[in-house]
């Protein structure tokens, strides 16, 4: 029997080391489910295209590989284009496999099934590139393509589309690479470069490090060169944890608050890893523009962000990790002397105080729950609890934080995301943190972790409100308007939907529950959380 090319890119996908695709069948991709039939290759369903999105970035974060989905034609595509959008924010890899109309129907509007205009000019708006199938032939050098931004550029979705008359084409001709063992190597640091980076760091009294999503691949060598120069580490959103708390350099605050701001404007370098410096990190108060202290270096995989937002004195375009340890084994073994890194704690209890009693209370009750379980992950939407841990988190080093309230900003990410995040992280608590307003926009994939079989468990902030709305409203002298939340009864829906549902009133029920989720394999929602609002 023929191999069909749906079936050959399966195979191809499992050679990339793929193991989870994240979609909804239809009558446009079934041709491409023919090859997952007898694959290692395991198939999870969300009940939105959205959550199909939203779960493979967190797949992706946590795995390290491209999170992968699979899409109809049109709505498909139109209903994960938010989750795409955040995942191209973010820097996030993620394949998208989608349908299109026959190849001799495109561009015509003929009003066929699915029909888009031009399918692939709209999604080349949230991707590194769109690319549309034309030959069953080109399949393996654009997969190669797409494997080249995930692994020698800056991480970011791809889309490739196969019009519904390739997807059954023959394929026996095509022959199978080996499976993949070497990735592509991303640029290195010019010499010339790291010898002049060296430089300013023996010149520099004051260093600082800012740290961006960018640098968590180079943990171990941005620790290095912290311990080296015994300078400050702030860190964006995206970086939390790259030091745990309990660092003596490690300061996992936002650097839009203003204690912060001051350490920073301290400083005679600036060096700033893998970070856009962007408004929703550095000025999401809006206290003024970020200006970086003393000079400034940059170290960037993309080019043009070396040009956006701050001119640096030094712009290093090469990988974190390349780019530190080159600048590591140029400096002495022996810390030097940082009136900074004696600031540390005296900054974190600075941002600490100038919390209101309920941020400060979150800050606390996510201390207590890393505690007991210090590997756990936390997945967040736009809410309370994320806004605070964004501004102060005491994350230990095993721990992992991420969210969607920075960056594009979407809502009803925390929940698939953190069932993405399981499907990566198997052995590990994975907590999503959602507000009632953000968890309905995907509910409904509290199915997909129930038969998945992959379980976490859900903090549910329920203010009854789009509480951060209502609030901006009243300080620009809007009356809020549509902001008060009718919600419904969500222990009814867990239990409709098989999770377990829990009432807490402390963090030490928070913390037996998340450990109950672990032990029984079943998810859990956990309802009650607002007594931090009450106590703080």
Request: hydrophobic residues 45%; proline residues 7%.
């Amino acid at each position: 029997m023929a191999l069909t090319l749906g079936e050959y890119l399966v195979k191809l996908l499992e050679r990339y080391d793929v193991d989870h695709v994240f979609g909804i069948p239809g009558v446009h991709t079934a041709e491409l489910y023919r090859g997952l039939t007898n694959s290692p290759i395991r198939h999870v369903t969300p009940r939105h295209e959205q959550g199909a999105s939203f779960a493979a970035d967190g797949y992706a974060r946590m795995s390290g590989k491209p999170g992968v989905c699979l899409l109809i034609t049109g709505p498909g595509l139109t209903n994960a284009l938010t989750g795409i959008a955040q995942a191209y924010a973010d820097s996030i890899p993620m394949l998208i496999l989608s349908g299109v109309n026959p190849t001799r129907e495109l561009g015509h509007g003929n009003g066929r099934l699915h029909e888009l205009p031009n399918q692939s000019a709209l999604m080349s708006q949230v991707t590194a590139f769109s690319h549309t199938l034309t030959h069953a032939d080109d399949i393996l050098p654009v997969l190669e393509r797409a494997y080249a931004v995930f692994e020698g550029g800056r991480p970011r979705p791809v889309h490739i589309e196969i019009p519904l008359d390739l997807m059954g084409a023959d394929a026996s001709h095509l022959e199978l690479p080996a499976r993949r063992s070497t990735p592509m190597k991303p640029p290195c640091i010019h010499p010339d470069l790291g010898a002049a980076f060296a430089d300013l760091c023996h010149a520099s009294e004051r260093p600082i490090i800012l740290a961006g999503g960018g640098a968590l691949q180079a943990q171990a060598e941005l620790t290095q060169l912290a311990e080296a120069l015994n300078a400050p580490v702030v860190t964006t959103t995206n970086a939390r944890g790259i030091l745990g708390d309990e660092h003596p350099l490690a300061l996992n605050a936002s650097p839009s608050m203003a204690a912060v701001r001051g350490l920073i404007g301290q400083a005679d370098l600036t060096i700033a890893v893998g970070t856009e410096l962007g408004q929703t990190d550095y000025n999401v108060y809006s206290a003024g523009p970020f200006q970086a202290g003393g000079k400034l270096v940059r170290i960037d995989i993309d080019a043009q962000q070396l040009k956006r937002n701050l001119s640096a004195d030094l712009e290093i375009l090469s990988d974190a990790r390349s780019a530190l340890a080159d600048v590591v084994a140029r400096l002495p073994q022996s810390a030097k002397s940082n009136p900074l890194a004696g600031q540390v704690a005296e900054i974190r209890a600075a941002v600490a105080q100038g919390l209101s009693p309920l941020y400060a209370g979150i800050a606390r009750s996510l201390g207590a729950i890393w505690q007991a379980h210090p590997d756990a992950v936390f997945v967040g939407d736009s809410t309370q609890p994320v806004y605070a841990g964004n501004d102060l988190l005491p994350i230990p080093a095993d721990g992992r934080w991420f969210n969607s309230a920075t960056g594009f900003g979407t809502l009803g990410y925390a929940l698939p995301a953190a069932i993405g995040a399981k499907a990566a992280a198997k052995d590990r608590p994975v907590v999503a943190v959602a507000g009632d307003g953000g968890v309905q926009f995907t509910l409904t994939e509290m199915a997909m972790a129930a038969e998945a079989d992959l379980p976490i468990s859900l903090i549910l902030w329920d203010n009854a409100c789009y509480l951060e709305i209502s609030n901006h409203m009243k300080n620009i002298n809007v009356p809020p308007i549509a902001v008060d939340l009718s919600s419904p009864d969500f222990a009814a829906i867990g239990a409709a939907y098989g999770w377990t549902v829990v009432r807490v009133s402390s963090e030490q029920e928070v913390i037996e529950a998340i450990g109950q989720t672990q032990t029984s394999g079943k998810s859990t929602l956990i309802l009650g959380m607002e007594f931090l609002d009450q106590n703080g």
